[in-house]
């Protein structure tokens, strides 16, 4: 007759066999004797079954992941994580104004991490000795490209912040110029009650329309 064997097979001897999917856990920054490195916990999936997990220093690609991510946190060069927000959310709104198609913006983890990439980082030093402006996108650029000039581009900037700050609470602001919206979402709150901010203290944003969210809960401020 016909049947099936199974043998029992240590995890150890599918990882030499090269098995396995591997998965990148978050990035920290350790410091040790030769500096500061980048290491996660990477595991070895197969069948479901994490064969192996261990500690280690990223390279190549997880690390140009990695990297992004802790500069994006503000835990590396962190003026440059502000300043690559505040590109992208400009480059957003010059994709819904201006002429011609519209492109999509990439997420800011996305972009850094590719621009990374580019750029050949391969170990944490060398991210000193990129200029930001090595790393930023060109919104300047795109905004020509768009039939927006310096002062279009400059009240764009003005008029529609990323960020709206009130007595300690941080509110991210998402612009729709098309439905004259911004709606505003809590990033940070501070003291009690439902979070959101006074009609008086709002921004002007070109006289739009202002709507709360906050998880399930909408409601319009102005």
């Known amino acids: 007759g016909r049947g099936r064997l199974l043998l029992r097979c240590a995890r150890s001897s599918l990882v030499e066999a090269g098995l396995g999917q591997p998965a990148v856990g978050p990035a920290t920054l350790e410091r040790g004797e030769l500096g500061r490195s980048v290491v996660a916990d990477v595991e070895l999936h197969y069948a ?33 994580g502000e300043q690559l927000h505040d590109d992208l959310h400009l480059w957003r709104l010059v994709e819904q104004s201006g002429q011609g198609p519209a492109q999509p913006v990439p997420d800011a983890l996305d972009y850094l991490r590719e621009r990374l990439r580019v750029a050949g980082l391969s170990e944490l ?14 919104v300047e650029a795109r905004a020509w490209a768009r039939g927006l000039g310096p002062r279009e581009l400059q009240a764009l900037r003005d008029d529609f912040p990323r960020r709206f700050v009130f007595e300690g609470s941080v509110y991210a602001c998402h612009v729709e110029l098309s439905a004259r919206r911004v709606t505003l979402e809590p ?4 003291g009690k009650g439902g979070g959101e901010p006074p009609v008086r203290v709002l921004p002007r944003f070109r006289g739009f329309s202002v709507m709360y969210r906050k998880a399930s809960r909408h409601l319009r401020l102005r």
């Open 125 to 138: 030093a060398e991210l000193e000795l990129l200029d930001a402006e090595d790393l930023r996108p060109d």
């Open 48 to 80: 479901g079954v994490v064969i192996h997990r261990e500690r280690t220093p990223l390279h190549g690609a997880a690390l140009c992941a990695g990297v992004a991510q802790l500069v994006l946190d503000g835990r590396l060069r962190r003026e440059l």
């Open 187 to 190: 990033e940070r709150l501070h």
